[in-house]
């Protein structure tokens, strides 16, 4: 079984790296992968979000470079890239590279950042949410410009998601830009954010169905998935965090994808 969209069904995890050290954090993304999950992202902070705020916590983007070693089957990426942390061309040459280690595995999540504390830690202009977006608004054409001048060129069209649901920009530029968007919310609220979606796309003269559909879930699968499969959804991401990365709730979501697609 397919969604709406008639894509396949894939299932995601959200490895959080707090709270762990990180042969834990490399045990559970192996194991991740093991269980048959199609995706594993990390997230770019400096600080967990959760728990103890001065608690153990890794970097993003090295940490995808040694999972392009460490794994062989997953795509590998960042729910989501703060754009605000890296210049564009810088960050189109790291996603290259790690594209390549990957061999071609690597997809490019990117937001416009919003955690105040990782901002003024390390000394970056929080500014506002609308600068911040703006900001994302500029550096997409400039990521895109710059994978076509990179030598080796990367293995892929790389896909962007792009994390977010602003429904006057952030939506307008998952429609120019995006080939996956990740939203968060029950399925009332992703109803909503689809039909602005698409209405970005109508105005962009962008066909929706270019674009995958992606969503956090906590619920249960018998019950959450269909509501936003019938949305549209096939991309489904669970969260666990350190230090010991229950993957429990991942089990059945992989089992449910299987169950559809059987």
Same mark, same amino acid.
């Given at each position: 079984?397919?969604?709406?969209?008639?894509?396949?069904?894939?299932?995601?995890?959200?490895?959080?790296?707090?709270?762990?050290?990180?042969?834990?954090?490399?045990?559970?993304?192996?194991?991740?992968?093991?269980?048959?999950?199609?995706?594993?992202?990390?997230? &770019?902070?400096?600080?967990?979000?959760?728990?103890?705020?001065?608690?153990?916590?890794?970097?993003?983007?090295?940490?995808?470079?040694?999972?392009?070693?460490?794994?062989?089957?997953?795509?590998?990426?960042?729910?989501?890239?703060?754009?605000?942390?890296?210049?564009?061309?810088?960050?189109?040459?790291?996603?290259?590279?790690?594209?390549?280690?990957?061999?071609?595995?690597?997809?490019?999540?990117?937001?416009?950042?919003?955690?105040?504390?990782?901002? &003024?830690?390390?000394?970056?202009?929080?500014?506002?949410?609308?600068?911040?977006?703006? &900001? @994302?608004?500029?550096?997409?054409?400039?990521?895109?410009?710059?994978?076509?001048? @990179?030598?080796?060129?990367?293995?892929?069209?790389?896909?962007? @998601?792009?994390?977010?649901?602003?429904?006057?920009?952030?939506?307008?530029?998952?429609?120019?830009?995006?080939?996956?968007?990740?939203?968060?919310?029950?399925?009332?609220?992703?109803?909503?954010?689809?039909?602005?979606?698409?209405?970005?796309?109508?105005?962009?003269?962008?066909?929706?169905?270019?674009?995958?559909?992606?969503?956090?879930?906590?619920?249960?699968?018998?019950?959450?998935?269909?509501?936003?499969?019938?949305?549209?959804?096939?991309?489904?991401?669970?969260?666990?965090?350190?230090?010991?990365?229950?993957?429990?709730?991942?089990?059945?979501?992989?089992?449910?994808? &299987?169950?559809?697609?059987?």
């Amino acid at each position: 079984m397919t969604s709406a969209s008639n894509r396949k069904i894939r299932i995601g995890v959200q490895l959080q790296p707090q709270h762990a050290e990180y042969k834990a954090i490399r045990r559970a993304a192996s194991e991740a992968e093991d269980l048959g999950v199609d995706i594993v992202f990390n997230w &770019d902070h400096f600080y967990p979000l959760y728990g103890e705020p001065e608690g153990l916590h890794y970097e993003c983007w090295t940490m995808l470079g040694a999972w392009a070693e460490s794994t062989s089957r997953v795509e590998i990426g960042a729910l989501v890239t703060c754009n605000s942390y890296r210049n564009p061309e810088l960050l189109a040459d790291m996603a290259r590279t790690v594209d390549h280690i990957s061999d071609g595995r690597l997809i490019l999540g990117i937001g416009s950042g919003w955690f105040e504390k990782d901002y &003024d830690e390390y000394g970056y202009e929080f500014g506002t949410a609308g600068g911040r977006l703006d &900001d @994302l608004a500029e550096a997409l054409p400039r990521i895109e410009s710059r994978f076509g001048k @990179l030598n080796p060129a990367p293995t892929r069209k790389i896909p962007v @998601l792009i994390g977010g649901g602003g429904e006057k920009k952030t939506l307008r530029l998952v429609a120019k830009h995006a080939d996956i968007w990740h939203g968060f919310g029950d399925p009332e609220v992703v109803e909503r954010k689809v039909k602005i979606l698409d209405q970005h796309c109508a105005d962009v003269g962008r066909d929706p169905k270019e674009i995958e559909r992606s969503v956090a879930v906590d619920g249960e699968p018998e019950e959450l998935g269909p509501k936003l499969l019938d949305l549209g959804v096939s991309l489904f991401t669970v969260a666990t965090g350190g230090p010991d990365y229950n993957l429990d709730k991942l089990r059945s979501w992989i089992e449910w994808r &299987d169950k559809q697609q059987s």
